[in-house]
């Protein structure tokens, strides 16, 4: 299949154009134009995803769960066109661009097994008590209600996964709510295809237009608008720590105050602990550069920083470390205001008091390259700037002086998206100690692996402690972030012919 966008939003089921367009940036092939969102386009998405509300929240989850499946077919359809545009946007190669598509099938597929089992609703029911004394208890019952029309951001590195039919606005469809894409500037053309797969899922499957929207950014006042919107009643963000946060509070000062789930990366520390380092640290210095350098670094899972104890086990794997990262050549990073934010945070670390240069480079304008850099515990514990994530294949080692000072730098971290051990049976001592610190930084823990690659699957948390992400209770990846758009709704002597037929 041949694709060549035609630049326009998605509105309800009609393709619109607008007269002010803005040039898509590839990293390689030709650029497209595309109309520019505006308040107005969003107003109107908005409202014909609250019309539609009336009939997709109150569906049947057999007929939700076959518009997931047929917008995963339809994506799959056009398999080999969204594979091409998404590479020329955003210069990933075609081999990662073929698993992030399987991923966000995946997604669909699994969000339309999850409703039919029907587990997520949470039903409750307390029978009536009419002789109980000295009061009688009214028949209850209790389950889980979509909250209306949803939000979602698309996010930069994940064109496909975290983007207009990823994981937030699956999660969002399958609990019953219409979903109000934003798309990302740096691949309109992705966002486009893949609109035109859900419009293709929608027309088959006789779901209502507004069930679903697109709205092209090129303008600031398109996010603005749709966190604003008073119809929204919840907002899905992937990307950074200040565009989310400027969302959240945006979303906290509305006359209706409304959750904003924002998923705004971590830099994943490793404790990397000693007995493990005597044992195997030249293949943890190698599967770290492995991690650090997958994606361009372009994950927010990347684990930027690696803490030791200093000491011979720990120099070996620094020096393992660097020789790997500097047989990394030069990737393409998603787009150029990345790849520049990318070089100016590699001159803030490397320009810290107490930081030590073991690995830099050029970045020559898209494309970049590994940095290692090294810094005692104590110089780092008073420069927080240092534990802030660059995003891109850089990585810091921490040295601590002792198990103490490891664990002094395990407590100052704040919220965490991971936090990883790799240790041995030696280690086991000083990791019982850490475990508690960790959990309460991290939404996920790992021993011995690398938390770039997210399972999509029931038990995984993609989330954590703020600045990680801003609702340490939620998860933007499996099957339980769908309850960040249910709401719980109790339901007391209701007559059985009007309750929900989920409870009936």
Known sequence: MTFTPHGKHLIAGEWVGTETRFASEPAYGPAHAFSVGTPQLVDRACEAAEQAFWSYGYSTREDRAAFLDAIADEIEARAEAITRIGSQETGLPEARLQGERGRTTSQLRLFAKHILKGDYLDRRHDAALPDRQPLPRPDLRMMQRPIGPVAVF???????????????????????????????????????????????????????????????????????????????????????????RALFDLCASR????????????????????????????????????????????????????????????DGFIEATRAALSQTGPQVMLSDGIAAAYARGSERVGGAAGVQDLLTSMCDRRQAKPFLFKVQARDWLGNHALSEEVFGPLGLVVVAEDTEAMLTVAHSFAGQLTATLHMDDGDVTLARRLMPVLERKAGRVLANGFPTGVEVCDSMVHGGPYPASTNFGATSVGTLSIRRFLRPVCYQNIPEAILPQDLA
């Open 154 to 244: 698309g996010a930069s590195n994940f064109p496909l996964a975290f983007s207009t039919a990823g994981g937030d606005a699956a999660a969002a469809l399958a609990a019953g709510c219409p979903v109000v894409v934003k798309g990302h500037g740096a691949h309109p053309g992705t966002g486009e295809i893949v609109a035109e797969a859900i419009h293709a899922a929608i027309q088959s499957t006789g779901m209502p237009q507004g069930v679903f929207s697109l709205v092209q950014g090129g303008n600031r006042d398109v996010g603005q608008a749709l966190v604003r919107h008073p119809l929204i009643k919840a907002v899905g963000f992937t990307g950074s720590l200040a565009g989310g």
């Open 255 to 314: 006359p209706e105050p409304i959750p904003f789930f924002g998923e705004l990366g971590s830099v994943n520390p490793m404790f990397m602990l000693p007995d493990a380092l005597v044992r195997r640290g030249g293949a943890l210095g190698k599967g770290w550069a492995a991690s650090l350098t997958m994606g361009a670094g372009q994950f927010c899972t990347n684990p930027g920083i690696a803490v030791v104890i200093g000491g011979q086990a720990a």
